[in-house]
């Protein structure tokens, strides 16, 4: 299917019932589906606009097929299985829409399907293992380590030592545990781990969880990962929202076919990758992702000037009525926020910053993407800890004003409370969070709320629950919302 320009969105015949269009499917021009190479755990929006956009236009592309695994929900599978694994790729400036066909996908299961991943691991032929399943796929305790009190790690646990052909296995790191016995077994050779969440030295934590569960089900196997084993690390960065109605129109529209799941994105897209990759890899560098030596310095980047200041419009700007992002950085109040966050995150980067600023804002005016604050706010239990926290601390140890984390963790905890009820708040430990966040809203005095700021603060960072002059700070930033909001709305 050509690559075709759309600056503006109408037709001289409107359609009306776009699911009765012919289905989308492989483009005939891509050949035969590539043989699978690589296996990708948690096949959403994300992966299908950026490790997959970059596979796709490796110029080995045809030698390196993906198979692809869900997450928990089986949305993603009911939607490209009769697509044969294809989608639209919706690329949005503010002058129009870039429409592409990925067609990397050469095989797509249900995450649950551990026979399969068993027999992928297997084969000798497939050499990396890419995963986007989120902070909380970790599993991590508070400490970094495996979370072995979450029922679903235990379970996987006990079921695995009981039988290494265990099926149904849930928890990503207990996952990647089955996968790699049964390449053990098999003689599969060497293999790459390369996660692509946003987490600082994702490599590093997401090894650090599977040996663990490696240690609770069968020690033996710890040596040969050791031998066998590339744990890779990786900087993401593309801006994708969720797919709504409005982009199968445009396929519809534009295409003349049904696509059940397009993704939306933006033009901007980075990945900068560190790994060995001793069975081999794509020529992603071709495509204009960065082969560096440590990628610590992008992370850093990406994570407190992107993220974190995607997070604290995600808990601040739904206070006053805002709902994209575009939406949110059109109030000058909402800027001058972003700014002040800027300004202390940029103070702890070793590299460029200014222009970096420019582009971030410039991203998030785009009106083609709408990014839904609400999005952005899932799982931020995990997210604040990585995207928000670590600057805390710095500016903590330095005497520097804390005014702008203190800021996103107030609005984190009024955003909890006010939005408690409302189905899109997903947190993977919703319940304790709004639990925590209620203790510090509803408290009758001074007192019991510094105790239950106190606790917010133990279960994002002990070390931040240590500072006396944070809490303070968190408590004045949750009057000067309520004020400010108030006077808004």
Same mark, same amino acid.
């Given at each position: 299917m050509a690559h075709q320009e759309n600056t503006e969105i109408t037709e001289n015949t409107e359609i009306t019932d776009i699911t009765a269009l012919p289905r989308l499917s492989r483009p005939a021009d891509a050949g035969q589906p590539a043989p699978v190479r690589i296996i990708h755990l948690g096949i959403g929006n994300f992966a299908r606009a950026h490790q997959l956009w970059y596979t796709q236009h490796a110029p080995d592309a045809q030698q390196w097929g993906v198979a692809a695994f869900t997450g928990r929900s089986r949305r993603q599978l009911e939607a490209l299985e009769p697509q044969q694994g294809a989608y639209t790729l919706i690329s949005s400036d503010p002058q129009g829409d870039s429409l592409e066909t990925i067609s990397v996908i050469s095989q797509l299961y249900s995450g649950l399907d551990t026979a399969a991943l068993?027999?992928?691991?297997?084969? #000798?032929?497939?050499?990396?293992?890419?995963?986007?399943?989120?902070?909380?796929? $970790?599993?991590?305790?508070?400490q970094g380590s495996l979370d072995k009190d979450n029922p679903e790690v235990r379970e996987d646990i006990a079921q695995l030592k009981a039988n290494p052909e265990a099926d149904g296995i849930r928890s990503v790191p207990l996952r990647m545990v089955a996968g790699l016995l049964a390449r053990r077994e098999a003689h599969a050779g060497p293999i790459t781990v390369l996660p692509c969440d946003n987490l600082?030295?994702?490599?590093?934590? +997401?090894?650090?969880?599977?040996?663990?569960?490696?240690? =609770?089900? &069968? #020690?033996? %196997?710890?040596?040969?990962? $050791?031998?066998?084993?590339?744990?890779?690390?990786?900087?993401?960065?593309?801006?994708?929202? +969720?797919?709504?109605?409005?982009?199968?129109?445009i396929v519809a529209q534009q295409e003349g076919v049904y696509d059940a799941s397009p993704v939306r994105t933006e033009p901007f897209r980075e990945w900068v990758i560190a790994g060995a990759f001793p069975a081999g890899r794509p020529g992603w560098d071709k495509a204009g992702a960065l082969i560096v030596p440590d990628v610590s310095a992008y992370e850093h980047r990406k994570l407190w000037m992107l993220n974190g200041a995607h997070s604290t419009l995600a808990y601040v700007a739904p206070l006053f009525g805002h709902e994209c992002v575009d939406d949110a950085v059109a109030d000058p109040l909402m800027v001058r926020f972003i700014n002040e966050w800027w300004d202390l995150a940029g103070?702890?980067?070793?590299?460029?910053?200014?222009? $970096?600023? &420019?582009?971030?804002?410039?991203? +998030?005016?785009n009106p083609r993407i709408k990014y839904a604050l609400m999005q952005i706010a899932i799982n931020g239990s995990v997210k604040l800890q990585v995207r928000i926290v670590p600057v805390a601390l710095k500016a903590l140890e330095d005497g520097v004003s804390i005014v702008a984390p203190a800021r996103a963790i107030a609005a984190w905890i009024t955003f909890?409370?006010?939005?408690?009820? &409302? #189905?899109?708040?997903? &947190?993977?430990?919703?319940?304790?969070?709004?639990? %925590?966040?209620? /203790?510090?809203?509803? /408290?009758?005095?001074?007192?019991?709320?510094?105790?239950?700021?106190?606790?917010? %603060? =133990?279960?994002?960072? #002990?070390? %931040?629950?240590?500072?006396?002059i944070f809490s303070v700070e968190v408590a004045h930033q949750l009057e000067v919302l309520t004020s400010l909001s108030a006077a808004h709305n």
């Open positions: 068993r027999r992928l691991f297997a084969n #000798p032929e497939v050499a990396i293992v890419t995963s986007t399943v989120t902070e909380a796929g $970790y599993c991590q305790n508070s600082e030295h994702n490599g590093l934590l +997401f090894r650090r969880v599977v040996e663990e569960g490696i240690e =609770a089900v &069968d #020690p033996s %196997l710890l040596e040969w990962c $050791y031998e066998n084993v590339d744990w890779a690390t990786s900087m993401v960065d593309r801006i994708t929202p +969720f797919t709504t109605d409005e982009d199968r129109r103070s702890y980067l070793s590299i460029e910053t200014k222009n $970096y600023r &420019d582009q971030l804002m410039e991203r +998030f005016s909890l409370h006010r939005f408690a009820d &409302d #189905p899109r708040l997903q &947190d993977a430990k919703k319940e304790q969070a709004v639990g %925590l966040a209620r /203790a510090v809203v509803e /408290a009758q005095s001074q007192q019991e709320q510094e105790e239950a700021i106190g606790e917010v %603060l =133990a279960f994002l960072n #002990p070390k %931040l629950a240590s500072s006396q």
